[in-house]
């Protein structure tokens, strides 16, 4: 018996550690964020700040840097993004899960190959940048890449085709409801489960996307706040000049807090995931252990 | 009852003429065309963004002209593959790819099972819940933002490491961004930390569905904890290690381009170990603006990731239906 508390007592040290070795970069940037410039010349980052200031802060919502506008086309593109992609991914998992659909073989076969082989990235720029156009546009975030995976098409045709009992569908067509009536009101409000975890995986991407901004946009009124993020990361100047075009230039540039705003533009793009986790965590978790563990 | 449909409708299909079979097809088409409408969208859109650049990787094959267009463009062999391989940055790509993919699988994967067997160890399950939430917060965050992280601690002036920990050690501060030798451990630490939390998480969700019998009987026949884990535990989720393991191989010619663009802040003393494959094409097609050196290291990645993963996949369907692509 006493043997089994101290193992327990051990586990918990060793889960502990962990869970700071997780958290403490995160902690590092907030303490960093909040430190006052001077002694973060002085003394670097650090955890224990002595200085706290949010001069950092103030000086990224005085609005010149544009973090406002980054932040509404991150909320924008995030729900135009999961709305369709889920609209998409639904109705075409949805026909492919029932026995009716025609060239159902080969047409499953056609999005099992998207899984194996693509074009990569040449190809797939020079297609979207020439004949498409999508440069610099709002599109060049929403749609190359990220709309659909096959992955999620193939997870809701299973939920489709296990979860929904055939008797459902067929009474329904007795009573003589037509397919599009049976797939909205019958099968989605049916499959809210699986809605909610492949959406949350479509918010995720499309919150934490950089990838197609760092490809299509170059103009700066169409960053996305990791737009911003990743253009501040490799390149101080870009902060330092577009702060002190807002401030009109009565600013010194030694006055800006750079390092603690770096910091600070960091954090505001987690806290929102930080709050919203542990209500999502569940689904997050159905979502990462499902394809790969059943039962 | 369903499967009996299914499998009837399949033999019947099998002793059908192709002729008879489209006409089949093409009926169910015209009464279920419903159903066909609404794949359509989705259909159309895998059409543009996927099968349009997979014919695309001709590119490859052709002088690139961006006036001509890539249909325009004239046809010039294998000489943007030659030129590839002549350089000493092929070699250097694809054996960054293929050793630091491995050492990633093998250390988050052993580290996953590890951490996942403790978990299920401890009793208090608030406890259990909370672990979680913590090591899973890292798989959360944007590459960009893991790159602040780093930054916070690596930088030259303003770092924690420099201004902090290395004094107090007595070292001298390092210039972190431009010295190559730390850079493997750096990105294996940051891979492992946003790694781990999504391994552990699927392992512990296979230790949880093992049958508690086994245990009860294990304990009847007095087996201690430990003999419990080695004997019950480990052979239960070896399955679906072996397949984990399998299918990650499988992408083995693809590189996390997040972790080696963004995290040593993409820079050019650092590429003898931070360069891989993709950053190397996207770098070619961005910076350089080479069309032809970048879409052949494209295909070259394509190709081969391609045989990479339907052997794998071929092998994980052998030994579990379940877990394969197909």
């Not at chain 1, 990743?230 to 401030?247: A, E, H, K, V, Y």
């Not at chain 2, 939430?133 to 944007?142: A, D, M, Q, W």
Request: net charge positive; aromatic share 14%.
């Amino acid at each position: 018996m006493k043997s089994n508390k101290l193992n327990q007592i051990i586990l918990n040290i060793f889960m502990i550690s962990l869970s700071v070795f997780c958290l403490i970069p995160i902690w590092l940037l907030f303490s960093a964020s909040l430190t006052d410039d001077s002694e973060i010349i002085r003394n670097g980052y650090s955890f224990l700040p002595k200085d706290i200031s949010i001069s950092a802060y103030s000086y990224l919502f005085d609005g010149s840097l544009g973090i406002m506008n980054a932040y509404g086309i991150t909320i924008l593109v995030t729900i135009i993004g999961t709305v369709t992609g889920l609209a998409l991914t639904a109705m075409l998992a949805y026909p492919l899960s029932r026995f009716e659909m025609p060239f159902k073989n080969t047409l499953a076969f056609f999005i099992f190959f998207t899984m194996l082989f693509n074009g990569g990235l040449v190809p797939t720029y020079l297609i979207y940048t020439n004949i498409f156009e999508i440069k610099n546009s709002l599109w060049a975030l929403i749609v190359p890449s990220l709309l659909m995976n096959g992955y999620f098409i193939i997870l809701m045709r299973t939920f489709f085709a296990t979860s929904i009992p055939r008797p459902l569908i067929e009474s329904a067509q007795i009573d003589g409801a037509k397919e599009w009536k049976i797939f909205y009101s019958m099968i989605i409000p049916l499959s809210t489960p699986v809605f909610g975890t492949i959406g949350l995986f479509y918010t995720l991407l499309y919150w934490n996307d950089w990838n197609n901004g760092l490809i299509y946009i170059t103009d700066s009124h169409y960053y996305s706040l990791q737009n911003l993020l990743n253009r501040i990361l490799q390149d101080i100047q870009f902060l330092q000049s577009s702060t002190q075009m807002g401030n009109k230039g009565d600013e010194l540039v030694a006055n800006l807090p750079l390092g603690s705003m770096r910091m600070a533009i960091a954090c505001i793009g987690i806290v929102p995931l930080l709050i919203a986790f542990p209500f999502f965590q569940r689904f997050f978790v159905k979502g990462l252990t499902i394809g790969s563990v059943k039962g | 009852m369903k499967n009996e449909v299914a499998y009837k409708s399949q033999a019947d299909h099998s002793k059908m003429k192709w002729t008879a079979k489209l006409a089949l097809e093409l009926r169910k088409a015209k009464r279920y065309r419903a159903l066909v409408f609404m794949a359509l969208p989705g259909l159309l859109y895998l059409l543009i963004n996927n099968y349009l650049p997979m014919f695309g990787v001709v590119v490859a094959f052709k002088n690139y002209n961006f006036t001509k267009g890539i249909l325009g463009s004239e046809w010039i062999g294998f000489e943007n593959f030659k030129y590839l391989f002549a350089t000493k940055d092929a070699y250097i790509i694809t054996r960054n790819t293929i050793l630091y993919n491995f050492l990633f699988i093998a250390l988050t994967t052993s580290a996953g099972i590890g951490t996942a067997i403790i978990l299920n160890e401890i009793r208090k399950r608030f406890l259990t819940k909370m672990y979680q939430t913590f090591i899973l917060l890292p798989h959360l965050i944007s590459m960009v933002i893991v790159a602040y992280l780093v930054l916070a601690f690596l930088d030259v002036e303003k770092g924690f490491l420099n201004n902090t920990l290395l004094p107090m050690l007595g070292i001298d501060p390092i210039s972190w961004y431009s010295e190559t030798k730390y850079w493997p451990w750096i990105l294996t630490l940051v891979s492992l930390w946003k790694g781990i939390g999504n391994s552990c998480i699927i392992y512990f969700a296979a230790i949880i569905g093992i049958d508690n019998e086994y245990y009860e009987a294990a304990r009847i026949d007095g087996a201690n904890r430990w003999r419990q884990i080695w004997n019950i535990t480990i052979p239960s989720i070896m399955p679906y290690v072996s397949i984990m393991t399998l299918l990650a191989i499988g992408r083995i010619f693809y590189s996390d381009f997040g972790l080696f663009y963004q995290v040593p802040l993409n820079s050019g003393l650092l590429s003898s170990v931070t360069n891989t494959i993709d950053t190397y094409v996207f770098r070619a097609l961005m910076t350089m603006g080479d069309i032809g050196m970048s879409s052949a290291a494209g295909l070259y990645q394509s190709f081969v990731g391609f045989i990479l993963v339907v052997v794998s996949n071929a092998i994980v369907s052998r030994k579990n239906k379940d877990n394969a692509l197909y």
